[in-house]
Every structure is written in C-alpha cells, then in structure tokens.
Nanobody, 121 residues
C-alpha cells in the first residue's frame, strides 16, 4: 500500500529553521517526482517545491526561493525540505505528494496527512 508520511513540523520563531521529511513506503520513491505543498487556514493549497525522480529538475515557488531547499535520499526512500529564515507567512500544514511520475505534477494523486509548521514569536 502506497504511503507518504511527513514529519519534522513544529513551532519555530521567525528566522528559525526546520527540516521536514517525507518517508515513502509501499513503492520505490527513486522512480518518481515528489512535491511539497502547503495549505494555510482559509487559503488555497500552494505548491512549494518539487524534485524530479533524477533530482535534475527542481522548482520552488517564488516566495521560498533562497530559503527552502528540497533534496532526496533514495536509499532511505525519503525526501526532505530544509526550511531556513522562516517567516510568519510560512505557517501552514505541509504535505508531500506524488503522481507516480518521474516529472513534477501540479495536481498529484497521492499525498500524506501533513505536518503542521507554525512560525510565531
């Protein structure tokens, strides 16, 4: 059974850092692109970053460029999102998702339950 499980969220002060993990089971993550999305209360879902299966194609939403870094460790079947210089507006539920395609997809079919990130002083 395909499963994505996020972890690493929490409460952090503005300017702080968090590293989110997306652990995959039930399929071989190495073959597929993985995206990170977020949704804040009252707002639409937003694509944050995505990494292709090879890692050769990476994209970020403009608001996180230079602050967030996506990476993957296929040996661990895990994708990471390193988030630095966090801002209050980064507060949201973050979740990872895949469409079981080697390339990124804006509307992937499979997603995890999400992890809460709260940036507050």
């Amino acid at each position: 059974q395909l499963q994505l499980v996020e972890s690493g969220g929490g409460l952090v002060q503005p300017g702080g850092s968090l590293r989110l993990s997306c652990a995959a089971s039930g399929f071989t993550l190495a073959y597929y692109a993985i995206g990170w999305f977020r949704q804040a209360p009252g707002k639409e879902r937003e694509g944050v970053s995505c990494i292709s299966s090879s890692g050769g194609r990476i994209n970020y939403v403009d608001s996180v460029k230079g602050r967030f870094t996506i990476s993957r460790d296929n040996a661990k079947n895990t994708v990471y999102l390193q988030m630095n210089s966090l801002k209050v507006e980064d507060t949201a539920v973050y979740y990872c998702a895949t469409d079981l395609s080697p390339l990124c997809n804006a509307t992937p079919r499979y997603r995890g339950q999400g992890t809460q990130v709260t940036v507050s002083s």
